[in-house]
């Protein structure tokens, strides 16, 4: 009977994969309890030693030995369920181990059903779930799909671990770019920030530590090949490889292509870049629906402003002293500190203008508030205008 036993419970560690030894004392502390219900608290503490070797199992209660069949068919059923109990739980413990140091890397699985909104995935020793909101809206799966996504987190539920999935992490892309580009799994192309908007495009910049290594050319792969596999991965995601640069002028120049930048000034505090273009090359700067420069905005971590050499060429005749509560002698220092415009107001930095002499910090803030929103508003006017105006050839065309 006890090597009959032994070898269930070597059966079952095989089979669960959990150590043999948790099995065992799970085992002892289930017939201890079971044990306990039989003698009662009058009966002293119990405590329950199976022999690793034999299987030979020995309870006692207190210093007295008591009898296996002395437990009865209640405190056999208790032990059998609290037995199931503690398997179920190291089952879970020992799934748990195995996906903890998962989070922040790519897992695979197949898709296995929809719950409320979210895609069950089938990993195999356990479920993960991909839920709505991590979702790209571009994406559908349906069941035996294979799903390959970032793993955002792995925490202890009652039901065992809770692995949660996600397609619409920007480091969703990091770790396939390391995948596909063997120079970045090595190290050799570092990638330095992603920027995404899920379903519709990526920016990711990246930079070579070996001058001989091309980092956005490795990237590229021959003939496009290990861009397009990640392309296909996100299902028709485009994707822009940068350049990085420390210089920040550089960078933020690469991460607005594939436009033309003509001129480009980064705020003394380096938070922001104010950036002039070519008036064909703007509406290609800002992108549809303002996605270009929202993403290099992302990328580059500078709130950044483009506008035409046109724009710029107006808002530089601009007056200071068109703006509210700047007399005279306000104007004079103002000028005299180099804010010969509204331009180079909206430019410049509160701390910057507070060097200013005679200006306070609430004048400072008024100034810059002021400065900014009058810009905005003439740009607004400036693309209604634009839009409004119909173009040459579709004159000429309306006319033959």
């Known amino acids: 009977m006890n090597a009959e036993f032994l070898a269930v419970i070597d059966q079952m560690t095989r089979e669960k994969g959990i150590d043999r030894e948790v099995v065992l004392e799970a085992v002892e502390s289930a017939l201890a309890s079971a044990a306990r ?10 405590s329950v030693k199976i022999d690793r070797t034999t299987g030979a199992i020995k309870i006692f209660s207190g210093d007295q030995e008591l009898s296996g069949a002395g437990l009865g068919r209640i405190a056999a059923q208790t032990a059998k369920q609290v037995i199931i109990q503690k398997l ?9 181990h195995e996906f903890s140091h998962r989070a922040g890397t790519l897992i695979s699985g197949t898709m296995h059903r929809f719950e409320r909104g979210a895609v069950i995935v089938d990993l195999g020793k356990t479920e993960a779930i991909l839920p709505k909101r991590e979702q790209s809206p571009k994406e559908s799966f349906r069941p035996g799909d294979r799903i390959r996504a970032y793993c955002l987190e792995v925490s202890k539920a ?21 995948l596909e580009v063997p120079e970045i799994a090595q190290g050799i192309v570092e990638i330095k920030s992603v920027s995404r908007e899920p379903g519709d495009r990526s920016k990711i910049a990246v930079y070579s530590k070996d001058e001989k290594v091309d980092g956005v050319g490795a990237c590229v792969g021959m003939r496009g090949t290990r861009v397009k ?3 296909r991965e996100l299902q028709g995601e485009k994707i822009d490889i940068i350049r990085y640069s420390p ?6 120049t690469a991460a607005l292509a594939p436009a033309q930048v003509a001129e480009i000034t980064i705020s003394p505090d380096k938070k922001r870049a104010a950036v002039v273009v070519e008036d064909d090359q703007l509406s290609l700067a800002i992108g549809k629906k303002g996605q270009n420069v ?19 060429e107006i808002l530089s005749k601009m007056s200071v002293s068109d703006l509210a509560g700047v007399g005279p002698k306000m104007l004079e220092e103002l000028n005299q500190a180099g804010y010969t415009s509204v331009f180079k107001v909206a430019q410049t930095t509160l701390e910057d203008l507070l060097k200013v002499k005679g200006i306070g910090e609430k004048t400072a803030v008024k100034l810059l508030e002021g400065a900014r929103e009058l810009i905005q508003k ?12 119909p173009e040459p050839e579709k004159k000429e065309a309306a006319g033959e």
């Open 294 to 312: 929202r993403l290099a905005a992302k990328l580059t971590g500078l709130d950044i402003d483009i506008r035409s050499k046109t724009q710029k």
């Open 378 to 389: 003439l740009e607004a006017k400036a693309q209604v205008q634009e839009t409004a105006e």
């Open 158 to 178: 009652a039901k065992g671990p809770q692995v949660i999935l996600s397609r619409v992490h920007p480091l969703l892309v990091n770790e396939l770019f390391k």
């Open 247 to 252: 210089k920040l002028d550089e960078y933020v």
């Open 229 to 231: 596999d990640i392309v």
């Open 88 to 96: 179920r739980g190291a089952e879970r413990e020992v799934v748990y």
């Open 37 to 46: 219900k039989v003698v009662g608290p009058e009966g002293g503490e119990v």
